[in-house]
């Protein structure tokens, strides 16, 4: 996602909380707060988009085989009242989705999967790699996924104590598999519209 504004981080009255995210326009944009920070993001392009529908459909898949969890994009994930992200893609499991979907529809405890798709420019790199990484390791996500559609990889970072450590870069020629999701498997090269035969 690409930012167009980020409003200061100031201790001061500016500081966002999610009830500020109620009062934005309904614009097509998507609007985040990180530690009282507005981000404001323009609508991801095609690449982006699609390896995010690819990661939900075998995610989907393999839920289908196991019952065990549920994926689903940009859901809003409310840590806070000044941490309310939208992350692109997420897996919970049932478990914890009993407790962590409350009846506005948001989630408001960590799923146990969060898959962010990089979109071109250092702000929004740094933005996933370390703001968005720091929040959900503080929040307890378990692994995080970071696709990067222009070099064709995932980096895949596994909880180790309070942090988030990447334990591996895969690309193209590789597949992803998790200890979260035993048994489930996604070609690499897919994510990036590559037809394997």
């Given at each position: 996602?690409?930012?167009?504004?980020?409003?200061?981080?100031?201790?001061?009255?500016?500081?966002?909380?999610?009830?500020?995210?109620?009062?934005?326009?309904?614009?097509?944009?998507?609007?985040?707060?990180?530690?009282?920070?507005?981000?404001?993001?323009?609508?991801?392009?095609?690449?982006h988009?699609?390896?995010?529908?690819?990661?939900i459909?075998?995610?989907?898949?393999?839920?289908?085989?196991?019952?065990a969890?549920?994926?689903?994009?940009?859901?809003?994930?409310?840590?806070?009242?000044?941490?309310?992200?939208?992350?692109?893609?997420?897996?919970?499991?049932?478990?914890?989705?009993?407790?962590?979907?409350?009846?506005?529809?948001?989630?408001?405890?960590?799923?146990?999967?969060?898959?962010?798709?990089?979109?071109?420019?250092?702000?929004?790199?740094?933005?996933?790699?370390?703001?968005?990484?720091?929040?959900?390791?503080?929040?307890?996500?378990?692994?995080?996924?970071?696709?990067?559609?222009?070099?064709?990889?995932v980096?895949?970072?596994?909880?180790?104590?309070?942090?988030?450590?990447?334990?591996?870069?895969?690309?193209?020629?590789?597949?992803?598999?998790?200890?979260?999701?035993?048994?489930?498997t996604?070609p690499?090269a897919?994510?990036?519209?590559?037809?394997?035969?």
């Amino acid at each position: 996602m690409e930012p167009v504004y980020n409003q200061p981080d100031t201790a001061d009255s500016s500081r966002m909380t999610s009830a500020d995210l109620d009062l934005l326009p309904d614009d097509g944009k998507r609007y985040e707060i990180i530690n009282g920070e507005l981000h404001v993001s323009k609508q991801p392009n095609w690449h982006h988009q699609l390896a995010c529908s690819r990661l939900i459909a075998f995610l989907e898949a393999w839920n289908f085989q196991t019952g065990a969890g549920v994926a689903t994009g940009a859901p809003g994930l409310i840590f806070a009242d000044d941490d309310d992200v939208a992350p692109d893609v997420i897996w919970i499991s049932n478990e914890r989705l009993a407790t962590a979907l409350h009846e506005d529809g948001k989630l408001h405890a960590a799923p146990e999967l969060v898959i962010e798709v990089l979109s071109p420019g250092l702000r929004n790199e740094q933005r996933d790699r370390q703001t968005k990484r720091k929040l959900y390791a503080l929040r307890g996500v378990q692994e995080y996924w970071i696709v990067d559609w222009r070099l064709r990889q995932v980096e895949v970072y596994r909880r180790e104590q309070a942090t988030l450590k990447q334990t591996s870069t895969l690309f193209a020629e590789d597949a992803l598999t998790s200890p979260l999701l035993p048994s489930f498997t996604c070609p690499v090269a897919v994510l990036f519209g590559e037809v394997l035969k």
